[in-house]
């Protein structure tokens, strides 16, 4: 008897009131699990995100969100062999299963490290510098990003049932957000594994996440205007739930990522004596036979000089030979099934569009052989080679995806046209583009990043670390244009904020400084009694201000700096040379000079609360400083950030340092770790 899935609904598990769907292997064609959703409320499934969920993970600083992330990640990695072992029946090879699953762990990581890194250990983000509105400057604005008070429900495709959760997961609770998690039916039993892993972890607080097998029912119907919906799967999928009702009336936020006839284009200088042309010919099969082609960044098009298309197809042929298709789990294996026959038929349908108006130059649509593996009852398909001469804007190639082992070789002229066959598909999540020639490569890629989420320029340099064609990565924008779906996820801190609300804050820069917890310009400075650099993390208040001493500039001591440091540019040494420069009357104090004589004004020189000073933001020399000038500093407790578990925090300071008539010049962030009382 199959398995009978469950959905994960209002902090308990709950299995389908009827017998649902019946899911198959795609090895074999033998049941594996039943699923159905019927008898959810999906009302309640979403007041439970926003009412329980959703207050909790709001209550947390993205630190510890981050921190919460990393915990998870390390749980799933203690049970990745049985994650790999179900794999299998989606037809993945090891290779391909290292894609899905250990890529999805790896971007819990990602985001872990970058809200850490990248993010406030406090519930809002402050997005960009102040905007000085008045001219006094005692009104100003600032940006803000607060999480959205709904449900974050994502939609997955089938062809990664781990990377497809893990990567929506990510940038959404680290934002704050509650998720409901919606995956594609027919490989969902891997998904609902690799949940209950989750939920058995107890590492997500009550409400966070919940899973839905089967239909999403009325979900739509109950979304709100603080709800999100993110989206992977077809154009066709994405504009019927994109127009639904309650998503246009709510203005819910809606993101979608569907499948794309994405290209990679071979430069005129990569003949075949080049190290780019086998480069070329490697990802173009790579990208054929990885997840057996079901990959929304798959190379559908090699856009190819019609001087080379004879041999780039001649080599395509050789090296697509020796792709052995079989059972995934065999170690003779190169290229697993499809994930479903259903899947099969489809591809095949596509193909045959294909070829009727191209040429198929290699592969078969049935009699192939199979390794260890039965080529009815399973979902194999072998790959197929298409040959397109120069095809116009209306050709099959570049409306019709075969969503498997496919890719169709096209032909360009010049550039010029092969720009144009590139856009002809309106819109890719991602491109690539292979030679080694600078000026080709920016012609291309300019020519082409309108209609493209990603390029990747790949030549002998960076080949060998290059994650290749089709790999998107937590760091970078995933998505595209057009036909991709007009959305974008990932991108680094980027996707968080998909999950926020960036408001536009005014008012008095101490009223904009208490609510955003970072000192803003012309808010009140408190001068501490003690010296700042006496007082511990906790002891530190924003504003609390050192105004020092004043030191001169002397002659003997910029030239004296000049010969210790070997700096000797003109300006600070040569008078008739320095007056001729247009931004200053004569010899100057070397910037460096200037921040390093600051630095002997504010600095406490006997061990204490700060432990190092690891560097300077946002530097920027005003005005020139001459022989006889007089320097000072106003250095301000800016910013705080706790880090959790350690024993120090970051404190950033605002130094602002001016001459005898109190005109800046000179403005920068300093850096320091600053231990915890007690430490």
């Known amino acids: 008897m199959s398995k009978v899935l469950r959905s994960f609904a209002y902090g308990e598990w709950h299995s389908g009131s009827d017998d649902g769907a019946l899911l198959h292997s795609a090895v074999d064609g033998e049941p594996l699990a039943r699923s159905s959703s019927a008898g959810l409320d999906f009302a309640a499934m979403l007041d439970f995100g926003r009412e329980v969920g959703g207050p909790v993970l709001r209550a947390m600083t993205f630190h510890q969100r981050a921190l919460m992330l990393k915990a998870l990640a390390k749980i799933l990695g203690e049970f990745k062999d049985e994650f790999y072992a179900l794999s299998t029946h989606t037809g993945a090879t090891r290779a391909d299963s290292w894609i899905d699953i250990d890529g999805g762990i790896a971007t819990l990581f990602v985001y872990s490290g970058k809200g850490r890194r990248e993010m406030p250990n406090d519930t809002v983000y402050i997005d960009g510098n102040p905007e000085m509105i008045s001219r006094g400057g005692s009104f100003i604005g600032q940006h803000v990003c607060v999480p959205l008070e709904g449900v974050a429900v994502h939609i997955n495709a089938f062809n990664f049932p781990v990377w497809g959760m893990l990567e929506k997961l990510a940038p959404a609770l ?59 799967g077809s154009a066709s999928t994405a504009t019927m739930l994109r127009t639904h009702p309650r998503v246009i009336s709510e203005s819910v ?107 198929i130059v290699f592969g078969a649509l049935e009699g192939f052989d199979v390794v260890d593996a039965d080529s009815e009852r399973g979902a194999f398909f072998a790959p197929v080679l298409l040959h397109c001469e120069r095809p116009g804007r209306d050709h099959p190639v570049h409306r019709v995806e075969a969503f498997g082992p496919v890719s169709s070789v096209i032909t360009y002229a010049d550039l010029d046209e092969a720009i144009a066959l590139a856009k002809y598909g309106q819109g890719s999540l991602a491109g690539s583009i292979f030679t080694n020639d600078t000026d080709t490569a920016r012609e291309l ?77 012309n808010a009140s400075r408190n001068e501490s009694e003690r010296h700042p650099f006496r007082l511990n993390f906790e002891e530190l208040e924003l504003g609390a201000t050192l105004f020092s001493g004043e030191r001169e500039m002397t002659l003997a001591d910029i030239e004296h700096f000049a010969e210790f440091t070997g700096d000797t540019f003109y300006a600070h040494m040569d008078e008739e040379a320095a007056a001729a420069n247009p931004f200053f009357d004569g010899r100057v104090a070397h910037g460096y000079f200037i921040l390093s004589a600051a630095a002997g004004l504010f600095v406490d020189p006997d061990p204490g609360p700060v432990l190092a000073n690891y560097g300077l933001d946002n530097l920027r020399f005003i005005q020139p400083v001459y022989p006889g000038d007089r320097i000072k500093v106003a250095l301000t407790c800016k910013q705080k ?33 600053v231990a915890h009382a007690g430490a």
């Open 445 to 521: 890629a300019l020519g082409t990043a309108a209609w493209h989420g990603r390029l990747v320029l790949i030549n002998r340099d960076c080949a060998a670390e290059s994650t290749g064609h089709g790999s998107p990565l937590p760091h970078l924008v995933h998505g595209g244009p057009g036909r991709a779906g007009g959305g974008e996820e990932l991108g680094g801190i980027r996707g968080v904020l998909h999950y926020m609300q960036r408001t536009a804050l005014q008012g008095s820069p101490d009223t904009l400084a208490a609510i955003a917890g970072k000192w803003m310009p």
């Open 174 to 232: 680290l934002a704050g957000m509650p998720v409901i998690v919606k995956p594609a039916t027919s490989t969902s039993y891997l998904t609902e594994l690799v949940f209950h892993r989750m939920i058995e972890s107890g590492v997500l607080p009550r409400g966070a996440i919940q899973l839905v097998c089967g239909s999403t029912g009325d979900l739509f119907d109950n979304l709100g205007c603080q709800d999100v919906v993110a989206f992977t």
């Open 641 to 673: 950030t706790a880090r959790e578990g350690e024993e120090y925090g970051e404190v950033r300071w605002d130094a602002e340092v001016t001459n005898q008539d109190d005109a800046i010049v000179a403005s920068y962030d300093l850096l320091t770790l």
């Open 253 to 359: 936020r809606f993101t979608a990522e569907t499948d794309s006839l994405n290209c990679s284009i071979l430069g005129p200088d990569a003949t075949p004596d080049a190290p780019e042309f086998e480069l070329y010919i490697k990802e173009i099969v790579r990208e054929m036979t990885s997840k057996a082609g079901q990959k929304c960044t798959a190379i559908r098009r090699a856009i190819v000089p019609q001087h080379l298309a004879a041999d780039v197809v001649t080599a395509l042929q050789s090296a697509l030979a020796r792709v052995r298709t079989g059972n995934p789990a065999s170690k003779e294996v190169d290229m697993g099934a499809l994930a479903s026959l259903a899947q099969r038929d489809e591809v095949r349908e596509r193909v045959n569009e294909l070829a009727a108006a191209g040429e």
